[in-house]
């Protein structure tokens, strides 16, 4: 079934071969040279978080990219470009911003194509919305979900995102989805699910037992807490432990759903992960806002990821999440941010995420840039559990995103104090990248997608949108 939708995928999305302006192109190539080493040189200004996760900003730097990796990270004087074969001229008509690929901690990609289905549809309350969604969600089919995915993936490409954790109740359009795109996709198989009830752990354990290799990496998830009984929870705890699997969950989200977990289970959701073993350094949760301080402190204590997600709270009315707290008491690092789906965010990027971030949170104090950056960066890798991502250092996977720097984003900028260049990526950036390389190899080439042919896609989008449409009035009133 995935090769089969893969292969269905891939053959309505090809992207038309692509061909380089040799006049306008920093993508050089040398065909009578050997080895397949690229240089990416004289980088105008790069921006990592070291081994010690201090923000450095390098000047006139070059990498060198071999099988996927980085292997150097030089002053760009000290290598020659004659060398290489393949050479990324990043310091040409006015020069490029390096970062890492940018890290995306909760997303619900097979709901891409409920986009303007919801959010804009009006006159609805979110209550209504809320509870329409299951509906429109069952309207969809494995081919539609996968379609879904490919949209949502290659929108958060073309803002910096190399990496997914997707939270949803379907495996197989997701991973054809990762084929596709060449995304790093953790694929989150919900076990309790609302919108496919039929889902449980033994799911997640047949696919285990497949054969096939997967693309994706795989992961359980819940969409909240109080829908899974002890024994499902018991299976959790051995799908992680056993199989080394990620599982990440809703929580407390809001107050609502706080109190449905106390009053179905007697326990509130911390209580009841921490009863089945799950607070641990490789659960995420998303939202996290009706916590008191002490399960705070404990969620601080367990190393559990936590991710926020400021503008979904303010759509759905949820409430502010307490930012202060997990950075006062030691939580800083666990911390990272999401889009969430399109019924959540008007767009798929995390910059303005992150712009969001420092809004929500300015009437107490400031959340610095430098901060923001790690939450997309370094944190969100480390919260995913991917200690080879998120920085630009030698021996990481070689994700990196390539802005303009002759950009509205960034210009103007002071020179001399260059650092400020995150601050204007971030307040004025959440704009489209020139370039993103995903494990050494380039998904988009001169703000063209290298693999998807994009103007295809929306078209598909566009037809399975109105199909689905078209059952869903069939099923309820519009
Ligand atoms: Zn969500």
């Known amino acids: 079934m995935i090769e089969n939708l893969t292969n269905r995928l891939r053959k309505s999305l090809r992207a038309t071969p692509f061909q380089d302006d040799t006049l306008h192109t920093r993508h050089k190539q040398e065909s009578e040279k050997s080895g397949d080493d690229l240089l990416v040189h004289n980088i105008s200004y790069l921006f990592t978080c070291d081994e010690k ?8 730097y070059s990498l060198v990219v071999s099988g996927g990796i980085i292997v150097e990270v030089v002053p760009a004087k000290k290598v020659s470009p004659r060398k290489f074969r ?7 008509r006015g020069g490029i911003v390096v970062t890492p690929g940018l890290v995306n901690a909760h997303a619900h990609p097979p709901m891409y194509l409920l986009r303007s289905a919801m959010m804009l549809d009006e006159g609805e309350s979110i209550n209504e919305t809320i509870a329409a969604m299951p509906l429109w969600e069952r309207a969809m089919a494995d081919e539609d979900y996968a379609y879904s995915a490919v949209g949502d993936i290659t929108e958060q490409q073309k803002a910096g995102v190399s990496t997914t954790l997707s939270h949803y109740a379907v495996h197989a359009p997701i991973e054809a989805a990762t084929r596709t795109t060449k995304q790093n996709v953790i694929n989150a198989v919900s076990v309790a699910s609302n919108s496919h009830p039929e889902n449980s752990p033994e799911m997640v354990f047949e696919i285990l037992k497949e054969k096939t290799r997967r693309e994706s990496q795989l992961a ?11 024994g499902i929870l018991k299976k ?3 799908l992680t432990e056993e199989h080394s699997l990620l599982f990440t969950c809703h929580m407390a989200e809001s107050a609502e759903v706080a109190k449905k977990c106390e009053k179905i289970h007697g326990l509130r959701e911390t209580a009841i992960l921490e009863k089945y073993g799950l607070l641990s350094p490789k659960t995420v949760l998303s939202h996290v806002i009706y916590v008191t301080d002490a399960e705070i ?3 601080i204590r367990n190393r559990v990821g936590i991710v926020h997600l400021p503008t979904s709270n303010v759509i759905h ?5 307490p930012l202060w707290k997990f950075r006062d008491w030691g939580g800083a690092e666990q911390l990272a941010l999401g889009t969430d789906g399109v019924v959540s965010k008007s767009r798929l990027d995390l910059l303005s995420e992150a712009y969001q971030t420092r809004i929500t ?13 790690k939450m997309i960066t370094a944190n969100g890798a480390r919260v995913l559990n991917m200690p080879d991502r998120g920085k630009i250092l030698p021996g990481m996977r070689a994700d990196l995103a390539f802005w303009k720097l002759r950009d509205r984003g960034f210009i103007p900028f002071d020179k001399k104090n260059p650092i400020v260049l ?5 307040t004025h950036g959440g704009r489209m990248v020139r370039d993103l390389m995903i494990n050494g190899e380039f998904v988009i080439k001169s703000r063209r997608h290298t693999l998807v042919n994009e103007s295809k896609l929306l078209e598909i989008l566009q037809k399975r949108h109105m199909a689905m449409r078209r059952r869903m009035s069939k099923s309820r009133p519009l």
Not at 221 to 229: C, I, K, N, Q
Not at 363 to 370: A, E, M, N, P
């Open 317 to 321: 009315k949820s409430g502010t999440f």
């Open 361 to 373: 949170h300015l009437y107490d104090r400031t959340v610095k840039f430098g901060s923001l950056f």
């Open 53 to 60: 996760e201090k923000l450095q900003c390098l000047q006139k």
């Open 297 to 299: 402190k404990k969620l």
């Open 86 to 92: 393949r050479v990324y001229d990043a310091g040409m």
């Open 220 to 230: 359980v998830s819940l969409h909240y807490v109080h829908r899974a009984d002890a």
């Open 422 to 426: 995150i601050g204007n990526l971030i």
């Open 236 to 238: 959790i705890k051995n």
